[in-house]
């Protein structure tokens, strides 16, 4: 099992700026995940960061929006740019081991809202 | 492409009531099917989970899911709920050689005392 460490928990920022959520893991992994979590909305992915590459970005997400670094085999940020009340959200960490069928762990989150 | 599919969005019991929860997801293939619960404060964790074998899987906390391939469902079961089972209820799968777990949009249970 993984453990994962999230920070800041919450937040309640101002629109036109911008927040970086870290994420910390107590063990070395390859890849790492960042899902959002709209209100009453599934968890989406929004990228995919390996350690020494660009992100891989889904489908509506962008490298500008979301930039995401992936320094070393146990940390990641995600940061939200140029934040607007739609972004508020909860946004998550996430990790597995590779290969199909494993499960997922995740950070506790955090509860971003844009003012 | 998957999906997943939680029919019930919101769900309020009493203690003791039985609880099934339905999750049916839209792929052909091989696929790996699990449960994650989300606490209140708390993080995602692992309910259960099947891979391959017995489709009827048994996970923490007196929880069950049968895996149904022919109606594409893994539907989740309680017999009696306890006021500690409040909590959000997401059904996942991945498959096709993604380990990347497709989420449904969840379903809230809470339980009355």
């Known amino acids: 099992s993984a453990v994962i460490s999230q920070k800041p928990s919450r937040d309640i920022c101002q629109r036109g700026t911008s927040l970086t959520i870290q994420c910390q893991v107590d063990s070395q992994v390859t890849m790492m995940f960042w899902y959002r979590q709209q209100p009453g909305q599934s968890l989406t992915l929004i990228a995919t960061?390996?350690?020494?590459?660009?992100?891989?970005?889904e489908s509506g997400f962008v490298i500008d929006k979301f930039p995401i670094s992936r320094p070393n085999l146990t940390f990641s940020t995600l940061t939200v740019s140029n934040m607007s009340p739609e972004d508020s959200s909860i946004y998550l960490c996430?990790?597995?081991?590779?290969?199909?069928?494993?499960?997922?762990?995740f950070g506790q989150g955090t509860r971003l809202t844009v003012v | 492409a998957q999906s997943v599919s939680q029919h019930n969005h919101h769900v309020i019991l009493s203690e003791a009531a039985s609880l099934e929860l339905g999750c049916n997801y839209s792929?052909?293939?091989?696929?790996?099917l699990f449960w994650y619960v989300q606490y209140p404060g708390q993080h995602l964790q692992l309910l259960l989970k099947y891979f391959s074998g017995d489709p009827l899987v048994k996970g923490i906390k007196g929880f069950e899911a049968e895996f149904i391939k022919s109606k594409f469902s893994f539907n989740l079961r309680k017999p009696s709920v306890q006021w500690s089972d409040t909590a959000e209820y997401f059904c996942a799968v991945n498959g096709g050689g993604s380990y990347i777990p497709t989420f449904g949009r969840g379903t809230s249970l809470i339980v009355h005392p």
């Open positions: 996430s990790v597995e081991d590779q290969g199909a069928g494993t499960e997922a762990f």
């Open positions: 792929y052909g293939g091989t696929v790996n």
């Open positions: 960061a390996n350690q020494g590459s660009e992100a891989t970005y």
